[in-house]
């Protein structure tokens, strides 16, 4: 009678045992990784120069721009950024010089950003110092007209 029983409760449960699932639920995976996706898409552009600037509006087309773009920058009290550092216009030229050695050329796009209300003899002292510094390619950066 005791080997009936055994028998009867272990073939019982062998029967009801479920096979094993071999399937994984990417769902929430998909779910986290789009609101990944949205946060670096919005993101992305206010990380780029972090230098407050009222740029001028106009209806060009924007450029391609570089893996890591070099970014000049006048604000409206005159002060010249290379990237984010604060730079002197005397010390402008050596310092972009090392850095286009460092870069590997002069053949390299450097964007100018300035206030739209900046006096146009600072941006235009900022260009000549480009020049020193041996710099062909230059881009104006600019905001899209919305009207």
Do not use: C, H, W
């Amino acid at each position: 009678m005791a080997m009936n029983m055994a028998g009867s409760s272990g073939g019982g449960r062998r029967g009801r045992r479920r096979p094993v699932m071999a399937e994984i639920n990417v769902t929430p995976m998909v779910d986290v990784m789009l609101v990944l996706l949205i946060i670096f898409m919005v993101s992305a552009p206010l990380l780029t120069v972090g230098v407050p600037l009222d740029l001028p509006q106009t209806q060009a087309k924007s450029l391609d721009q570089d893996k890591n773009p070099l970014t000049l920058s006048v604000n409206l009290k005159g002060q010249v950024f290379l990237n984010e550092t604060e730079i002197g216009l005397d010390d402008l030229v050596p310092k972009l010089k090392a850095i286009t050695d460092a870069r590997g050329g002069l053949d390299e796009r450097i964007f100018v950003r300035g206030d739209k209300k900046v006096d146009y003899g600072t941006v235009m002292k900022v260009m000549g110092r480009l020049s020193q510094a041996g710099f062909r390619r230059v881009a104006l950066v600019t905001e899209v007209d919305q009207g």
